[in-house]
């Protein structure tokens, strides 16, 4: 394990105990999920960690999380920190630098992901029609937050600069609409559910009994909760997912600038 992910470990074992004592259900997604499952920890490569709320708790752990816990901060679209431009929340270390690079590079700390997880209808044509709908509105915000990158398609990367060429264009106000956008249908009375700001598109878009009653799995020496049917929900996001990818494929998802695990990124 590096150092990075010994420290993010240290966060998820806080994280988890605290949304355990607050009684808000919580998944492991993505890339923490199949870590959980196929390693019984990290993905040897992987530098970070996701999880999903489901709407209605994720906007009381908002309210509960109002201020410092510990040495670790919530921050959401809705704080007044014009530098904040995400759509959904990151937990953050204070005692933690992490520069990355984004369009506009942002100074926090070490983070854990937190993403609402959102209704998306009844049937799965229903929910294709509202994510589709969504990702046509979130394509230029999407656009503006990132920075050029040689990993990235082409088309990407043109979208990208295409959308620095539009004047006044404010991505603070435009992630506070995204993210009432996708919080307009209800989790409660869909059966299809997305992780709208989810990295897999259209594979985000899961039955909600997927999800179901959260289940335990092995994490480094935690215990941690994820979907209840994890082999249909991986194969959802990844199909073969039991394979290791190529080694050429076997890389970092993040690109940072600095990283620095015994500094506050409030000190200068």
């Keep these: 394990m590096t150092e990075m992910q010994k420290k993010l470990l240290e966060m998820f074992s806080w994280f988890t105990k605290f949304l355990d004592a607050n009684n808000i259900t919580y998944y ?142 404010n991505i603070k106000k435009s992630s506070l609409k995204i993210d009432r956008l996708f919080s307009k249908y209800s989790y409660e009375n869909s059966e299809y559910v997305c992780n709208f700001n989810g990295s897999y598109g259209s594979k985000e878009i899961t039955e909600k009994r997927l999800f179901g009653t959260p289940k335990e799995y092995d994490f480094e020496h935690l215990k941690i909760k994820g979907p209840e049917f994890f082999d249909e929900y991986l194969t959802r996001i990844y199909h073969n997912w039991k394979e290791l990818p190529p080694v050429e494929k076997r890389g970092i998802q993040h690109d940072f600038i600095l990283l620095d695990l015994n500094k506050s990124y409030f000190d200068e």
């Excluded at 919530?74 to 933690?96: G, M, R």
């Excluded at 590079?105 to 993403?115: E, H, M, P, S």
């Excluded at 082409?154 to 004047?167: D, G, T």
């Design 28 to 169: 492991a997604v993505g890339g923490t999920l199949l870590g959980a499952v196929r390693h019984k920890g990290f993905i040897p490569w992987d530098d970070d960690i996701d999880i999903a709320i489901p709407r209605p708790e994720y906007n009381r752990l908002i309210e509960l999380f109002k201020e410092k816990r510990d040495h670790y901060v919530l921050e959401t679209p809705y704080e007044k920190n014009k530098d904040f431009l995400y759509s959904f929340s990151k937990l953050y270390d204070v005692d933690t630098t992490l520069i990355e690079r984004q369009r506009h590079n942002i100074k926090r700390g070490l983070y854990i992901d937190v993403f609402p997880l959102d209704g998306a209808g009844n049937n799965y044509k229903e929910a294709s029609k509202i994510y589709r709908k969504c990702s046509r509105k979130s394509i230029l915000y999407k656009a503006s937050m990132f920075a050029v990158r040689k990993q990235r398609k082409w088309y990407k990367n043109a979208l990208i600069i295409a959308s620095r060429m539009i004047p006044f264009y």
